[in-house]
């Protein structure tokens, strides 16, 4: 064998050798998919709704009708979640869960009718980093008692009201149930003490209570100020002593908020996080 001939034998197996290393790394390297597009991850903030790889979904409190109305560069820091067959993690119910169509045509995943979204600063899974921005953003939780929405009221006369009984164009941010469904206070209502159901409940359908446990609440509101008050052996939830309603009249309508003027302006206010403590 020349000495040329054995030089090329050994630069031919040099470079299978390359080869081979190279490809094992390869697929070391490879990604492992996930087995689910959505489920619950334990973060700093507790269980909140991911994606697969443990990506943090959010609520916008502005969706509350149901509707997303993140649009233009307010997309470039929220980017929509959206999948075209959804695989749920364990405990999760496919009823909770559905899809829209957005303005811009394109689907989104929505969550008890809450559209999901990223944070474009949760660089790795876990991160909450979105949880209260701009007080209109929250971590997606299954455990919400109370959620926020921000939105023009507007009264069963029609009219637009501003958080101060008058009428007026205003965005007001205010409190409602987890499927995004107005809750009231009743102005004759005393600290955790109902004045308006009658013990048959034979009104409750005009303005039902709000009956539920205290468990989640947005990480912007102090969990110690709600109770449960017990009325006539149901459960209604209080905040800041005021016992807490649904108008009938909304129908269960996402972010309708007929209430506000009925009978008039002030009788049976939205709750804020700043509503003041009911009277002894």
């Not at 509350?64 to 307010?74: E, I, Q, R």
């Not at 929509?80 to 829209?100: E, K, Q």
């Not at 169509?101 to 999901?116: E, F, I």
């Amino acid at each position: 064998m020349t000495f040329l001939t054995f030089t090329r034998r050994l630069a031919i197996l040099g470079l299978l050798l390359t080869v081979g290393i190279s490809c094992s790394k390869d697929d070391d390297d490879t990604t492992v998919l996930p087995s689910v597009d959505i489920m619950e991850s334990t973060t700093s903030l507790g269980k909140v709704l991911t994606d697969g790889y443990g990506k943090t979904l959010y609520f916008f409190s502005k969706d509350a009708a149901g509707a997303s109305v993140c649009t233009g560069t307010c997309l470039d820091n929220w980017p929509v979640f959206s999948v075209s067959t959804l695989r749920l993690g364990t405990g999760l119910n496919s009823a909770d869960f559905g899809t829209i169509t957005r303005a811009d045509n394109k689907t989104q995943v929505t969550y008890k009718g809450w559209p999901l979204y990223y944070f474009k600063n949760d660089a790795a899974a876990g991160d909450v980093k979105g949880e209260g921005v701009g007080t209109i953003w929250y971590a997606a939780k299954t455990t919400y008692s109370i959620m926020l929405a921000n939105a023009q009221l507007v009264g069963n006369d029609g009219k637009s009201y501003k958080a101060d009984h008058t009428e007026g164009t205003a965005e007001t941010q205010f409190f409602v149930d987890d499927m995004g469904r107005t809750l009231y206070a009743f102005n004759k209502d005393k600290k955790n003490k109902n004045n308006f159901t009658k013990s048959d409940f034979s009104n409750d359908g005009t303005w039902p209570i709000y009956t539920t446990e205290i468990k989640e609440v947005p990480s912007t509101l102090d969990k110690s100020l709600f109770a449960v008050i017990d009325v006539y052996g149901k459960k209604q939830l209080t905040y800041r002593g005021w016992p807490l309603y649904y108008f009938g009249s909304d129908n269960k309508v996402r972010g309708a908020t007929k209430g506000v003027s009925v009978p008039s302006p002030g009788v049976w206010p939205i709750v804020q996080k700043d509503s003041p403590n009911a009277p002894e």
